[in-house]
């Protein structure tokens, strides 16, 4: 028995599948996002002028396929690891935002909206990071690329939006 009293074998499956759920949530949720909000964002992003440095457009869902499973593994190992509170406020936080840029950018084409929730989302993502790396310094180093591809997606929302605000 653990201090609650309850039986740890009945706690072991419990927090299995609580971890894979904390695992998928970031993959499944990006995949829904992914089908639902950008269903013409490759044919938009061939239309309209894209600043230096953009990447082809299959680019991007082989990038956040990856930033997705590093966020899901490191907010269950975190999570996992850290007694703060903050962390899965923190964590879910950033991850709304992160869906929210796309229905904003993709769905409702609201490219100013978008431009000032990327810098949001930047902000939380750094919170985020540093709470994950007190927790646990391979959460944090997970989260890292995250961070940096958050700059450059601010960076190419920026520069989308000056480029095409008047269309």
């Given at each position: 028995m653990n201090r609650y009293g309850r039986l740890i074998i009945v706690n072991?499956?419990?927090?299995?599948?609580?971890?894979?759920v904390h695992f998928t949530t970031p993959i499944v949720g990006g995949t829904l996002i992914g089908r639902y909000a950008?269903?013409?964002a490759r044919q938009d992003?061939?239309?309209e002028q894209n600043p230096p440095f953009s990447p082809p457009g299959l680019t991007f869902p082989i990038v956040w396929s990856g930033l997705y499973v590093a966020m899901g593994i490191a907010y269950t190992v975190a999570r996992d690891a850290g007694q703060n509170k903050s962390i899965p406020i923190s964590h879910y936080t950033q991850l709304g935002l992160n869906f929210l840029w796309s229905i904003l950018y993709f769905r409702y084409k609201l490219r100013g909206a978008a431009l000032i929730e990327?810098?949001?989302l930047f902000a939380a993502v750094i919170v985020t990071t540093v709470q994950f790396y007190k927790a646990d310094k391979l959460s944090g180093l997970l989260m890292v690329s995250y961070a940096s591809w958050c700059v450059f997606a601010s960076y190419l929302t920026t520069g989308s939006w000056l480029l095409n605000k008047d269309e």
């Open positions: 072991k499956p419990l927090r299995i599948f609580r971890n894979i950008t269903r013409n992003y061939q239309k990327s810098y949001t």
